[in-house]
């Protein structure tokens, strides 16, 4: 079995938050499993400078977007024993930052387009595209409109796996046809309430959608967890499935891990009291080995929690603690935590952002984890 692993974003090369870190370890231990595995995602500016020199060129091609075409070089990879495919187009990708452009619509529905018009141009032929989130949901519909009865393409299978069902990819109908290319009288399947809903597109046209646990999937049936898609999941329950993210043990090994100040095992704990030490040095917090640190490395989203965390905060900094958290997401949850630290300077920090090493050394450091 082969499998094209479609992604926004994947380390080592692009990060914003956790889809990067599925994207970076669930390929590799898909392929030690013998099951051939390879990873497509945009070549953005932020892709670090010593990555980009073991890439090569092997293809240029020409992407339909809508009623024209665009450049597209397919750059090719290898990390860790993982085939990784780059798509580059300076005019969407050389910018700083991964998303939140202005034209994010059009960026994705190219790369959406590119991934599936390069299989005739690499030597990978998948039997399943799997794609993932809102940036991607347009694969499986580009798939099904445009490739399904294209010789060499008619027996793909796609899998879309929602991580993040409140970030949806909604757009007004008047770009339809002009920047997704998609005709009216097929405009059926990416439209929800009145507007272009792309994930909805992405749940519509797969042909198995999964999401990050058992748990998740049967939570966003509910409408109070589902922003508006649990109608959509309920009628295609058939082909809906929750599978267990998993932690990679490899790069999370505190035996081996190159990222925190000092390796310790279940057997010999004396590395972990020097790496709590250090992460209260380097986030100027009190050094105090015996006040317990507790942590949190998420997006901040009601969806994960943090309305309780919220609701819960001000009484836990009432203890003898200390809070770490990690993470960026909706601006009303930062400026809370941004204004917790203010107000509890010698117990709260607040590190806006994805930032893969100092996770680790959170993780390293802390007593308590809080999800």
């Known amino acids: 079995m082969k499998v094209l692993y479609a992604t926004s974003e994947a380390l080592p090369y692009a990060a ?3 889809l990067a870190d599925v994207a970076g370890s669930l390929p590799y231990a898909v392929r030690i499993r013998l099951i051939a595995c390879r990873v497509v995602l945009p070549l953005y500016e932020d892709v670090p400078g010593e990555l980009r020199q073991g890439m090569k060129l092997i293809a240029s091609l020409s992407v339909p977007v809508s009623w024209r075409r665009q450049y597209c070089g397919v750059y090719e990879a290898n ?14 990708f050389k910018r700083p930052g991964l998303y939140g452009h202005y034209d994010d619509a059009e960026r994705f529905a190219f790369f959406s ?11 990978f032929k998948p039997d399943i595209v799997h794609a993932n989130d809102w940036q991607c949901a347009l694969v499986p519909v580009y798939y099904n409109l445009f490739y399904k009865q294209r010789q060499g393409f008619e027996k793909i299978k796609t899998v879309y796996t929602i ?3 409140q970030y949806q990819g909604k757009y007004g109908h008047e ?20 507007v272009i809903n792309l994930m909805k597109g992405g749940i519509d046209a797969a042909d198995k959608v999964t999401t990050v646990s058992p748990t998740y999937s049967k939570e966003i049936l509910d409408p109070w967890f589902a922003h508006g898609l649990d109608e959509v999941l309920r009628d295609r329950q058939w082909k809906l499935q929750g599978i ?28 972990k009291a020097v ?19 507790v942590s949190m490395v998420t997006r901040l989203a009601s969806h994960k929690g943090l309305d309780l965390v919220e609701a819960a905060l001000e009484k836990l900094l009432s203890e003898d603690i ?25 117990k709260m920090r607040f590190c806006s952002g994805f930032i893969p090493e100092l996770a680790h050394k959170i993780y390293a450091g802390s007593d308590i984890f809080l999800m």
Do not use: C
């Not at 267990?244 to 590395?271: C, F, H, Q, R, V």
């Open 275 to 293: 790496n709590k030490t250090k992460l209260q040095e380097r986030l100027g917090l009190p050094l105090n080995r015996e006040v317990p640190i």
């Open 79 to 92: 990390h860790n024993g993982v085939i990784y495919y780059l798509l580059d187009n300076q005019y969407y």
């Open 244 to 271: 267990l993210n998993g932690i990679d043990t490899d790069a999370n090994n505190p035996e081996t891990d190159t990222l925190i100040w000092s390796n310790y095992s279940a057997e010999d704990l004396s590395g």
């Open 113 to 123: 387009r590119a991934v599936l018009e390069m299989l005739d141009y690499i030597d």
């Open 322 to 346: 200390q809070f770490v958290v990690l993470g960026s997401g909706d601006w009303i949850y930062e400026e809370f935590m941004r204004e917790m630290q203010i107000r509890f300077p010698q």
């Open 175 to 194: 770009i339809l046809e002009d920047v997704f290319g998609i005709s009216q009288e097929a405009k059926s399947v990416v439209e929800l309430n009145g």
């Open 16 to 18: 914003s938050g956790g």
């Open 163 to 165: 991580h993040n069902i």
